[in-house]
């Protein structure tokens, strides 16, 4: 009994063998290494190591930072001890010396007057005259000083100076300009009018520059007036007048504006525009400057309006666009019937679209623009997306939602040119109505007649509603059968004829067995009867070929089919039509 409960005894050492209070973490930590409490205890450490180092390493950087610039600090003190130390040098210096002729002086006053006057005399000529002596000292630290501020007194005078860049033309100076660049402008301006005339022999335009002082008197002239002086300096015949100049070429030059600028604004207020139009003016830019002018470059005035409100005419080619004819395409281009027709022979017979017509376009001198705003309607393309659908059989495809273009309302800016469209700016837009997306329904309901002799012509509103089999008893008859009977296999699907929501479903005590009947809301309602199991639930909504029963022979009923009734406002009509 003894022996049995010791060897008891040593079996439960051996499961359970006593705890050992030596054991070290790390021991702990391997033996438990195996399982997921020792991964989480070694990331643990590893983690306390990791931060341990970066904290200490943070704690070195700091410290090595504080030590540089403890080091740095110990040398700049250092750095201003040796400076102070050399500025006070000469003091310290200059109190020995004085130090030993006072010594001195007390010596002589024992030895008579004559040698106590001499020592006094040697000890102010040192202090005053001798080697960092009061006058020594003051030079050297009080010139720099002076030095220094009278330098910033130049640098301030000059800085409040002006300073221009005066042009000598022909021996003698005509202005001062604030930049080259004005030169080259006045040179510019003064070839412009220049040009105008047939002079052959080319006039000398070279100048001499020079940097200098510009006084109160003097004066900074515009290119404009230094192409004056330039043109008062040559050689050359000079006028007074107002050059023309558009888009900043000079045209010629007048006596008198006034008439120019009454002949411009006149033919404006006479431009023939239809509808309600703004900012009529001219397409280019029209400017007169008044000043000096060659004089076979003044023009008369009558001749200056007539080449400003000239028009001269140029072949052009137009392209014939919808709706255009012949009479249409002449007034456009204000040109005479007779002359379209010997642009292009026979376009009174024929001016269909796309033809290329020859026209004679004008242009004028200064062209006239104007703005009109107008709405235009434009119209936006639908997409076209394919779709699955079961209300359609396998491998047909048809529209089942028509796309419709949408509409687009645009406010626009367009811009016209002596009449013709220049260009166009849309100031915002609205789309009014949305395009509908075409859908084209690519079938997918595969429930047909076994056999491919059997052909239905019916309209086509219902679909077969078996996956399979064939018509074993038609419609009516000697014993006024209400549906039609499709044999098939038992438990073949039974699918939905169309869409429609269920409004029975379950056992029928009147001789249909189990079976589904279908609300199509279109006073349709269709019937599936004898199933041998009902899908379908009272209140489903359901679409065309979803699975609703499989096919049996409850009820009233010789062997396995679906008995499947289309009913028209509560009367029973044929399936097959």
């Known amino acids: 009994m003894d022996k049995e409960r010791l060897e008891d005894a040593e079996d439960t050492d051996e499961l359970f063998p006593a705890e050992n209070t030596d054991v070290s973490p790390e021991d702990d930590l391997r033996r438990s290494g195996g399982g997921a409490a020792g991964i989480f205890i070694r990331a643990g450490l590893f983690t306390v190591k990791l931060l341990a180092g970066i904290l200490l390493g943070i704690i070195k950087g ?8 403890f080091e740095l600090a110990k040398d700049i003190f250092k ?13 310290r210096n200059r109190f020995n010396i004085n130090k030993e002729l006072q010594r001195e002086m007390i010596k002589a006053k024992k030895d008579g007057k004559s040698a106590h006057a001499k020592a006094m005399v040697r000890f102010w000529g040192s202090y005053l005259f001798g080697e960092d002596g009061v006058f020594y000292t003051a030079f050297n630290y009080v010139l720099p000083i002076v030095s220094i501020a009278f330098l910033i007194g130049v640098i301030r005078y000059g800085s409040g100076l002006q300073y221009g860049i005066s042009v000598e033309y022909n021996g003698r100076e005509i202005g001062i300009i604030s930049a080259e660049a004005d030169f080259e402008a006045a040179e510019r301006e003064v070839r412009q009018r220049i040009s105008y005339s047939e002079n052959e022999e080319p006039v000398d335009l070279s100048a001499k520059f020079s940097l200098r002082i510009i006084s109160e008197s003097d004066k900074i002239v515009s290119p404009e007036q230094l192409a004056n002086e330039m043109l008062a300096a040559s050689d050359e015949e000079l006028t007074e007048a107002y050059g023309i100049y558009i888009d900043g070429k000079f045209i010629g030059a007048v006596e008198d504006k006034t008439p120019i600028q009454d002949a411009l604004a006149e033919r404006l207020l006479n431009y023939k525009v239809d509808g309600i139009v703004r900012d009529l003016e001219y397409k280019n830019k029209i400017e007169y400057s008044h000043g000096i002018y060659l004089e076979n470059s003044v023009m008369e005035e009558q001749a200056a309006i007539d080449l400003l409100t000239s028009t001269t005419s140029k072949k052009a080619v137009y392209i014939a666009q919808s709706g255009d004819t012949a009479v249409s395409i002449s007034q456009k281009y204000n040109m005479e019937f007779d002359e379209l027709e010997k642009l292009n022979p026979g376009i009174s017979e024929r001016c269909s679209a796309g033809r290329i017509v020859n026209v004679m376009e004008n242009e004028s001198y200064l062209p006239i623009q104007y703005i009109r705003e107008m709405e235009m309607i434009s119209f936006l393309d639908y997409e076209t997306v394919e779709v699955e659908t079961s209300s359609l059989n396998v491998g047909v495809e048809a529209v089942i939602v028509k796309g419709e273009r949408g509409e687009k309302v645009s406010n626009i800016e367009i811009t016209y040119v002596d009449g013709k469209e220049y260009s166009r700016k849309t100031l915002s837009a609205e789309i009014t109505k949305e395009p509908v997306v075409e859908q ?29 089999g064939y018509i074993s008893d038609v419609f009516g008859g000697e014993r006024n059968h209400k549906g039609l009977d499709i044999a098939a296999p038992g438990g073949t699907d039974i699918y939905a004829s169309a869409d429609g929501v269920v409004v029975s479903a379950g056992w029928n005590s009147g001789g249909y067995g189990y079976f589904v009947m279908i609300d199509h809301l279109n006073g349709y309602q269709t019937v599936y009867a004898h199933m041998s199991s009902v899908y379908a639930t009272e209140g489903m909504e359901v679409m065309r070929g979803q699975l609703i029963g499989a096919v049996g022979t409850t009820g009233h009923s010789t062997g396995n089919h679906c008995h499947f009734e289309v009913r028209y406002m509560g009367v029973c009509n044929n399936p097959a039509n």
Request: proline share 6%.
């Open 62 to 69: 700091i410290r090595f930072i504080l030590t540089e610039l």
């Open 79 to 91: 750095a201003l001890l040796w400076i102070l130390k050399e500025l006070t040098a000469p003091l």
């Open 440 to 468: 084209v329904g690519i079938g997918t309901y595969s429930a047909r007649p076994d056999s491919t002799d059997t052909k239905l012509y019916g309209t086509g509103e219902f679909s077969w509603p078996v996956d399979g």
